[in-house]
């Protein structure tokens, strides 16, 4: 099972809006309403700001929201912030026998 | 407010046995998956496996089977990550996150785990 592919890098300027692509297959992504998105800063553990491919956790601003596509999922981030600077993974459960499956990582910069 | 607090940075040699711990609390220990997830230095997040502390039931990734062992102690609300046999390519910091089967909400703090000689 390979990782679900994501761009290495997104960027924008404050205010500005964002989104982060998660491909996968029939097998993880396209089969299942089970993608979720971890954010995770620096040094910190992730935290997840979307599940269940469209909703956000209690205290999650409400500038994430996620959508899927087919076998792509994707996190849009509005109003981009300084504080949304950080590391982005996606997650799905998949078929296969590895059962969940994350994604290869985005970094996304405020310029 | 659920917590999960993880036991401290570990440095092992090879060949050294290690188990690491993660305590639940704030939530009903027995009713959620606890997992465990693997990031390797300025790398990527690897799911490792997962245990649903209310009968043992345990899964683990293809990539980690044999290699490590996930267990629980309902009576302590806590979860373990043991190696016998450690490597240097088990450096690594390791996250407990609980999870609804499908999600994972709630993530420890870390443990890192340096394995050298």
């Known amino acids: 099972q390979s990782a679900l592919t994501q761009p290495a890098s997104v960027s924008g300027s404050p205010g500005q809006s964002i989104t982060i692509s998660c491909t996968g297959t029939?097998?993880?992504?396209?089969?299942?309403?089970?993608v979720s998105w971890y954010q995770q800063h620096p040094g910190k553990a992730p935290k997840l700001v979307i599940h269940d491919v469209s909703n956000r956790p209690s205290g999650v601003s409400n500038r994430f929201s996620g959508s899927k596509s087919g076998n792509t999922a994707s996190l849009t981030i509005s109003g981009l912030q300084a504080e949304d600077e950080a590391d982005y993974y996606c997650?799905?459960?998949?078929?296969?026998?590895?059962?969940?499956?994350f994604g290869t990582g985005t970094k996304v910069t405020v310029l | 407010e659920v917590q999960l607090v993880q036991s401290g940075a570990e440095v092992k040699k090879p060949g050294e046995s290690l188990k690491i711990s993660c305590k639940g609390s704030g939530y009903r220990f027995t009713t959620y998956w606890i997992g465990w997830v693997r990031q390797m230095p300025g790398k990527g997040l690897e799911w490792m496996g997962i245990i649903y502390p209310g009968d043992s039931d345990t899964k683990y990734s293809p990539s980690f089977q044999g290699q490590v062992t996930i267990s629980a102690d309902k009576s302590i609300t806590t979860a373990y990550l043991q190696w016998s046999s450690l490597k240097a390519s088990d450096t690594a910091m390791y996250y407990c996150?609980?999870?609804?089967?499908?999600?994972?909400?709630?993530w420890g703090q870390g443990t890192l785990v340096t394995v050298s000689s």
């Open positions: 997650s799905s459960y998949t078929s296969s026998s590895t059962r969940y499956v």
């Open positions: 996150a609980t999870s609804n089967g499908y999600n994972f909400d709630y």
């Open positions: 029939s097998s993880d992504v396209g089969g299942y309403s089970y």
